[in-house]
């Protein structure tokens, strides 16, 4: 059986959708009536968009919305623009799989690509549409920001059941830190990433 690589009927919808999920609220669920509601994207083009921010990995199986839907929202442009790069990566994977530069082809070889791990002909209407898809989504995409992880605000209130006091002494601040690990084999870059984080967050 032919790979598959999503795409979407109407590919100019999903910029709509992408600019107003930066500006919604993220939604405890991501279904159709938030994306009529909300994104402003109507009939069955609307329907379409959960399914295909799915398959990138924005919204999980559940409709949840996931920590790359949460990076995308990031008004810091390397951060939102490296998530989506990594949404089109996990997506697309089996173009990546046969060219992992599949991102910096020109419109011809993606085209090419995309026909031999679909199994297509070149002129079927699916080939154009997974094109027009991908090129659209690659605009919100950074593939060269190295913004991969992030530092959470510290909590306004503790967390723990214990008596707060009114002595300075006694106050504390907690932090979380979200790590994105980069996708690679090379134990060394872990060792440096963890090596960084003792010698400037952890220790003292």
């Known amino acids: 059986m032919a790979s598959k690589v999503p795409y979407l009927a109407s590919p100019g919808s999903l910029g709509t959708a992408l600019d107003r999920i930066k500006s919604a609220a993220t939604p405890p669920n991501v279904n159709p009536d938030f ?3 909300k994104l402003k994207v109507k009939g069955g083009t609307g329907r379409q968009i959960p399914p295909f ?9 559940d409709g949840t919305p996931t920590g790359l839907y949460e990076r995308f929202r990031n008004s810091n442009p390397a951060v939102s623009g490296a998530a989506i790069a990594e949404a089109i990566r996990y997506g697309y994977a089996p173009l990546y799989e046969v060219n992992e530069y599949a991102h910096e082809l020109n419109n011809t070889d993606l085209k090419g690509l995309i026909v031999q791990v679909t199994g297509l002909e070149e002129d079927n209407r699916v080939v154009e549409l997974a094109l027009s898809t991908f090129k659209k989504l690659k605009t919100y ?11 959470a605000a510290p909590p306004r209130e503790a967390s723990s059941g214990a008596p707060r006091t009114a002595g300075l002494r006694d106050f504390r601040i907690g932090y979380t830190i979200n790590l994105n690990l980069p996708a690679t084999t090379n134990v060394e870059v872990y060792n440096a990433i963890f090596k960084s984080l003792r010698a400037n967050l952890l220790d003292g």
């Open 35 to 37: 994306v009529l509601t």
């Open 141 to 151: 995409a950074d593939f060269e920001s190295d913004a991969t992880a992030e530092v």
């Open 53 to 61: 921010l799915k398959k990138i990995g924005l919204v999980a199986g």
